[in-house]
């Protein structure tokens, strides 16, 4: 059992770096995944008796080198294409004991694929999951909470829909690069925000999830070091994953940011996120949505005590996000920021004038946060009623839990004689 969770580690570290090479070379990343697949499965026949290879990725690029050999001469569907790639398979020679080169740009060009604008976006999701970040179709149906065959269903469509469409195996032109990395960005940033506040479930964290999400961030960063949005994304995640051991009791009940005791907040991730934060300001490009947030982010972070956070900068922050990103989850939080800055009132103008959108009608915190904002007001019967509906909406039973807590305390204050 440790030799294969041994081999098992390996391969979470190989397999986005073998599978990049792979659809260099047979311009098809479904092949490209089951070559690799099978060297895997050939590295578990093998090296629990011989051990662990020196260089494990190059003795799996070697035994799946010589199955692409295998299979496109064996099959008589692709013997056409082994005419085109003969050549180039019979040049690539890395022995066993060798090492892989370095693959950045095939790294790159992997991860814009997965993430092809031609597919939808749950399919990049898990696309992205199973190609970079090495997960099982049962791992990837275990973190978002869905069957496994709707998974498999996904990722196969996924790839018969990459070569239909024929989508090149390459990163994007200089001109293309904004528009396609906002796509790649996005997807990473779904992942961590499964993580950060589950969307089903009984758990008030998937630190997991978040993790995986984190760790295809860094690998990013270290492909484009100079996208102040790539750095951004990374210091946002670093930041926010710097709560999990404070967002939750230990019944794992979840507590709010106010009621968070800082001295669990992990100072590594802090510093390693301030750190990403302070390299994309300095490239002095336009900072992007992820950066701003990040700067909110941050903000919090520098903040000892909840009663130390500058609001007045997270509201100009979340002001410049509404100017980019204009939606009704930034006016929520915005709201928020307008509540501990101007007061109540104003910041139940904002939240209304959002309230009717229909992006908003399932989504619980609209009622927690204009509950917070109508018990400054003295409104508390209102705020228990908010809080009831949200909590009708609450996506876990912890969750529900709290907001009910808080209604029967705004109708005990309702009730409380007035002096």
Known sequence: MDARRSIEAVWRIECPRLIAALTRLVRDVGLAEELASEAFVAALESWPTEGIPPRPGGWLMSTARHKAVDRIRREENLRRKYAQLAPVLDRVHVPAEGALEAVDDDLLALLFTACHPVLPRESRVALTLRLLGGLRTEEVARAFLVPPATVGQRISRAKRTLAEA???FEKPSREELPERLGAVLEVIYLVFNEGYSPSSGEVHVR?????????????????LPREPEVLGLAALMELQASRFAARADAAGAPVTLEEQDRRRWDRTLIAHGLG????????RKPLGPYTIQAAIAACHARAVTFQETDWERIAALYDALAQLTPSPVVELNRAVAVLHVDGPGPALEVLDAVRDDKRLARYHLVGAVRAEILTGLGRHEEAA????????LAPTRHERELLRRRMSEALRRQSAPTA
């Open 385 to 392: 009623a908010e809080l009831e509906g949200a909590a009708d």
């Open 276 to 283: 990403l934060l302070d390299r994309a300001a300095a490239l």
């Open 166 to 168: 024929q989508v090149p």
């Open 207 to 223: 630190a997991d999830l978040a993790g995986e999400a984190m760790r295809l961030g860094r690998v990013l960063v270290g492909l």
